[in-house]
């Protein structure tokens, strides 16, 4: 009786670790399982360099809470940005309790 209580439970805390694991993590490139905190390219623009630098996020908790906005548009806005230079998204992750998404734009 006590093995087949053992075995349940271990069961039961197999499929709970497997259900959380993979809740709130960033999904774009090599991600760790405590802690992310990565950049990566997505495109380069037309401009020859950038000095504004334009910044939209998503936000998310546990997995189950996902806000925000991460557009190209809404990041070129938020910078006052005409012309692009480059296009980068970075992502940040803290064992998945909390994750944030964001693009960013450099240009003119």
């Not at 012309?83 to 450099?106: H, K, L, N, W």
């Amino acid at each position: 009786m006590l093995s087949m209580r053992i075995v349940k439970t271990a069961v039961c805390f197999l499929l709970l670790s497997a259900l959380l694991v993979s809740c709130g993590f960033v999904s774009d490139g090599p991600s760790g399982w405590a802690v992310n905190n990565i950049k990566l390219p997505v495109a380069k623009g037309p401009a020859a360099s950038g000095y504004k630098e334009g910044l939209a996020c998503i936000y998310a908790a546990f997995g189950l809470i996902s806000i925000g906005d991460a557009s190209i548009e809404s990041a070129t806005r938020q910078g006052g940005i005409k012309e692009i230079y480059t296009i980068d998204t970075t992502a940040q992750s803290f064992f998945g309790v909390y994750t944030r998404q964001c693009t960013v734009v450099v240009g003119n």
